[in-house]
């Protein structure tokens, strides 16, 4: 069973920046497809990036688009979300998770972390 551990998440003023990060546990994980998600209090999770295994294909949410980017490493197990430009908006805890197909549907990802937390003031 692959754990991911998020990391890199604080408080920061609007217009600056945070990298997040999401290690993973296990030996399968450039097997799969990777994805970031966050979710406000009392607002719906929602899906801001996608990552393919190999990299070669991201996907943004249109709310980020611009923004973020996202990548990986995988002889480091572990995958990136790089934020600027951050907006109040953006607060709420950011989780990553996998897929074992290129999908930009929540709810075909899997193996949440915990999440770290950003905060973003204004």
């Known amino acids: 069973q692959v754990q991911l551990v998020e990391s890199g998440g604080g408080l920061v003023q609007a217009g600056g920046s945070l990298r997040l990060s999401c290690t993973a546990s296990?030996?399968?994980?450039?097997?799969?497809?990777m994805g970031w998600s966050r979710q406000a209090p009392g607002k719906e999770r929602e899906l801001v990036a996608v990552?393919?295994?190999?990299?070669?294909?991201?996907y943004y949410a249109e709310s980020v688009e611009g923004r973020f980017t996202i990548s990986r490493d995988n002889s480091k197990n572990t995958m990136y979300l790089q934020m600027s430009s951050l907006k109040a908006e953006d607060t709420a805890t950011y989780s990553c998770a996998q897929s074992p197909h290129g999908t930009i549907t929540l709810a075909h990802f899997f193996s949440w972390g915990r999440g770290t937390q950003v905060t973003v003031s204004s």
């Open positions: 296990g030996q399968s994980f450039s097997n799969y497809f």
């Open positions: 990552i393919s295994s190999s990299g070669d294909w991201t």
